[in-house]
C-alpha cells in the first residue's frame, strides 16, 4: 500500500482495508478503534465538502496514521522513523491492546502533536475549515465508543497527559498545534521578507 495516494476516498479506502487487516489478526482492540473513529472523522469530512485545502490536509493526515500503522505492523519497524508520543503509545498499545482509555489517550495525543502539526506544516488551511472537524471528532467518538470509554478517554488526556487542557482535551491540544504551526509559518515569512 503506497502512502502517497492520489485522492481521499482513495486513501479512505486503504484505511479501511487497514482496519479490516488489523481486525482479521487482532480484533476490535484500541488500534481498532482508533483507526475507526479516524476513518468516521475523515470521512464525515470528506462529506462535508468545505474545501479541497481541508480535503489535502485530511488526505495528508489519514495517510501518516497509515505511514506509523505500517511502520509498526509491516514488518519494517524503525521507532527513529516516527515520533517520540507515537513510540510511548505503540509500547502502551503493546503491553495491553484492551487498555482502551490508556491506548486511545496516548494515540489521540501522538495524532495530534506530531502528525497533525506535521500535516498542518505541509497544507495551508484556513482556520474556520479547521475548526469544523471538531464537531466531527465528537460525534465519532460518541458513536463509536461507548459512553464511558469515551468520556474517559476525554478524561484521561484532560488529567493525566496534559492537565491544563480541561475541559475540552482535544479541542484545546488542535487550537495549540494550530498555534504553533502558524507562529513558525509566519516566522518564516518575515525571514523571507527584505
Excluded at 498545534?177 to 523571507?192: I, L, M, N, S
Amino acid at each position: 500500500m503506497s502512502l502517497e495516494l492520489g485522492r481521499l476516498d482513495q486513501v479512505l479506502s486503504a484505511l479501511a482495508l487497514l482496519i479490516s487487516e488489523h481486525d482479521s489478526r487482532n480484533g476490535a482492540d484500541a488500534y481498532h478503534l482508533f483507526l475507526t473513529v479516524h476513518l468516521c472523522v475523515a470521512t464525515r469530512v470528506q462529506d462535508s465538502r468545505r474545501s479541497p485545502e481541508l480535503l489535502r490536509l485530511t488526505r495528508t493526515f489519514v495517510s501518516k496514521a497509515l505511514g506509523v500503522y505500517q511502520n509498526n505492523y509491516k514488518g519494517s519497524f524503525a521507532p527513529q522513523d516516527i515520533g517520540p508520543v507515537w513510540n510511548v503509545a505503540l509500547q502502551e498499545y503493546d503491553k495491553d491492546p484492551r487498555a482502551f482509555i490508556t491506548v486511545l489517550s496516548w494515540m489521540a495525543l501522538a495524532h495530534i502533536v506530531e502528525d497533525l502539526q506535521s500535516s498542518l506544516r505541509e497544507v495551508d488551511v484556513d482556520k474556520s475549515d479547521f475548526d469544523s472537524v471538531f464537531e466531527h471528532i465528537e460525534e465519532c467518538l460518541d458513536n463509536h465508543c461507548r459512553a464511558p470509554v469515551a468520556q474517559g478517554f476525554r478524561d484521561l488526556i484532560a488529567l493525566r497527559i496534559v492537565p491544563e487542557m480541561a475541559p475540552k482535551p482535544i479541542k484545546k491540544l488542535r487550537d495549540s498545534v494550530w498555534d504553533t504551526v502558524d507562529w513558525v509559518k509566519r516566522k518564516q515569512q518575515q525571514k523571507g521578507s527584505p
